[in-house]
Structure formats: C-alpha cells, structure tokens
C-alpha cells in the first residue's frame, strides 16, 4: 500500500520557522513531481510549492519558503521561514507516483497543521 506521511507541523510565533516532511512509502517504482498545498476552512486548496522538472512558487511564500527532495528516502521537504498569521492552514503533501506499468496517479498525504500566531 502506498502511503504518503507528513510531519513537522505545529504552532509557532509569526517570524519563526518550521520544516516541514514528507515521505512516500510502499511499491513505488517512480516518483515524479512533489508538492505541498495548503488549505483553510471554506477555501479552495492551493499550491504552495511543487518540486518537478521546474521548481515553483506560490507568490505569498518565494523568498520565504523553500522546497527540497531527498529522491534516495523518496522525501519532500517545505522549509518555511519568516513565518506569518496568513500561512496558518492545514498543508498537505502531494506526489505522483508510478505503482506499476500505465498506473500513475496523484497520492495525498493526511495533511499537518500550521498555526502561526501573532
């Protein structure tokens, strides 16, 4: 059974820093693009960073946050500095993997809180 698992979020001050990790686990034969969205209550969920053959960027996060892959542990991880009020969301982990021959899909993890307080 695939699986993908986060950790790493919390409660932190605005200005301060958390990191964020996901691991992708199971019969995987392939992992191409990774990511991280966030979502709070009664908004659409949103790309905050995603790592493929491009890096990108939400606008509300370049400069302060930054997304890195361990391909050897099938890792992501979301370096979040400078923190802020407006960053507090539930964020979830993304990936596509290849399970086997013509099956790829997008897998999601349980998703971590982030409460940045003021």
């Known amino acids: 059974q695939v699986q993908l698992v986060e950790s790493g979020g919390g409660l932190v001050q605005a200005g301060g820093s958390l990191r964020l990790s996901c691991a992708a686990s199971g019969s995987i034969f392939n992992i191409g693009t990774m990511g991280w969205y966030r979502q709070t209550p009664g908004k659409q969920r949103e790309l905050v960073a995603a790592s493929g053959a491009w890096t990108n960027y939400a606008d509300s996060v370049k400069g302060r946050f930054t997304i890195s892959r361990d391909n050897a542990k099938n890792t992501v991880y979301l370096q979040m500095n400078s923190l802020r009020p407006e960053d507090t969301a539930v964020y979830y982990c993304?990936?596509?993997?290849?399970?086997?021959?013509?099956?790829?899909?997008?897998?999601w993890g349980q998703g971590t809180q982030v409460t940045v307080s003021s």
């Open positions: 993304n990936a596509r993997l290849t399970t086997g021959p013509g099956r790829t899909g997008d897998y």
